[in-house]
């Protein structure tokens, strides 16, 4: 056993025993992936599977920060302790995170019973997935009982981390109908609950028929749990009860029918398969190096051979 | 040769003699992947590097669409053909291109001098921008000697695709500073024209100014491109000589510099390494199937082996 792997077994008992400073490097060596990130998600592994996973998704611009505030104040009032995970793949380029309105979660911070940390991109879209989900796990074992989730946007990525919850509330504005460019269909497909925020401004009803609508339209198995809508005032934390309602009665039904247990096998297996993919991805990466590399490129730029041809040659051998 | 060969050939054929049913279907083809794509790819792959591809992108509601309406009019002015492809990676569940205010793009549709495409995801992102570089080629192959490629949103995918262009203009408006949820650093550096569309609205002149000290503030090498910036009206057509004024000077001096050649070894080269991860992927796929897959599995979800650990198992032989 080396030095380094005794100091994160060593972080890993302080974190279960409640250290927050150990919990926040785990989820530091998380967010930096390899080896001691795998030691890490070893560890938690058995010890998963009690904590509820609450996603919480929508455009920018929704409230979701606010509103996330307003359940955790709403949980803090039934002394139940949360984590909550601030998860933002928009920034490409600058790999920070953007926190934007979400310093007003910030209310919350010095409050031993809550635990936020923002994780933001760093490169590969698919690693911060496969690092949420390590996170969640974090969390999870080392015994927080409501994990929240918020993604910042609703891109492919933001909304399949949002989806791997327990529990799915998707954020809309009264308004909401009348934008274009939303991804309503692919909001509303992953949407246990319906949260119309800011629903003291003009819109509401009709952003709440417009909902009803939509649901009334869309197919359920007999039984199935059917979304719920529910309108909030994030500012203000009306509707944080009917809100966490909503949430929890959706978590009663799943676990009685055994849709939960289904879901959270099957993102396992999600997950599994995305391991296995970046593998082959690292595996890429060092298959394109060397003087073949360069050799095989070139006659790709001088036009002896097309990209797929060149791709087929640097992976003879290999597959 | 099989008969399907014969008539993608056949297709090909038609298609660079003006055909644009033939061109529509060859489009279809690579969109479809797969070996009859490749072989379309590999038919236009030697006729390619006379096109120029402009890409212009840009946040949502800045009226990319409007104004590339502009620029084909200003093109068709002066003559010129020109291809568009409006690419919408924002549908990741319905597959459909969500075409919003692109209908105006629509009355140049039964221009002959003018050929508009539109191309949704279908599943894998990655997919999507592959799929983008192939249908540019062809447009390119077929002899279009200007292509414009318009991306709907700024996420990485979308950034991603318009920045595969000789030239990328990026479009905002009056107002953008104030957005704190832009992505505005990852805009930037990609930017080779910034383009103040919307500036007959109050607040053009302060963006200018902050877009001119965004500018100052960054490090260009000697004699390297510094990004011009234009002011626009889309739907007045305003400040479309002087945006593509600004697109040429770039192709001019890109030209004249190496730097344009220096691009598209680099683009090609990263196509290269996402075709073999897309390999590799498929791969993966592969691999995940069968009485082994479900076994690891069956092994993971009872915590008998982490999701790691069921990886190392699934690939031990193939990598």
Known sequence: MTAR?????ALFEDACAGDRAALARLLSIIEGGGDEARNVGRMAYPLTGKGYVVG??????????????????HLRGKTQEV????????????GGAILGDRVRMQSHATDPGVFIRSMATRGHLGGLSLATSEAVRLLDAVGSPWILVETVGVGQVEVEIAR??????????????????????????????????????????????DLEQMLELSEFAPNAWRPMIVRTVGTTGQGADELWSAITAHRTQTTADGSLANRRDQRLRNEL?????????????????????????????????DPWGAADEMLAGVL
């Open 273 to 305: 398969r995305a391991i296995i993919e970046r593998r082959l991805e690292h595996r890429a990466r060092e298959i394109c190096t060397g003087d073949r590399w360069d050799a095989i490129q070139n006659e790709m730029l001088s036009k002896t051979r």
């Open 5 to 9: 792997t005794a100091s994160t077994e």
């Open 83 to 94: 984590s909550v995970l601030a998860i933002d793949p928009s920034s490409p380029f600058t």
């Open 56 to 73: 919480i998704t929508g455009a920018s611009g929704a409230g979701k920060s606010t509103l996330t505030s307003s359940l955790i104040s």
């Open 164 to 209: 791997n919850a327990d529990t799915v509330a998707v954020v809309v504005n009264p308004g909401w109908g009348d934008s274009v460019q939303a991804n309503k269909a692919g909001l509303l497909e992953i949407a246990d609950v319906l949260v119309i925020n800011k629903s003291d401004r003009p819109g509401a009803d009709q952003t709440q028929r």
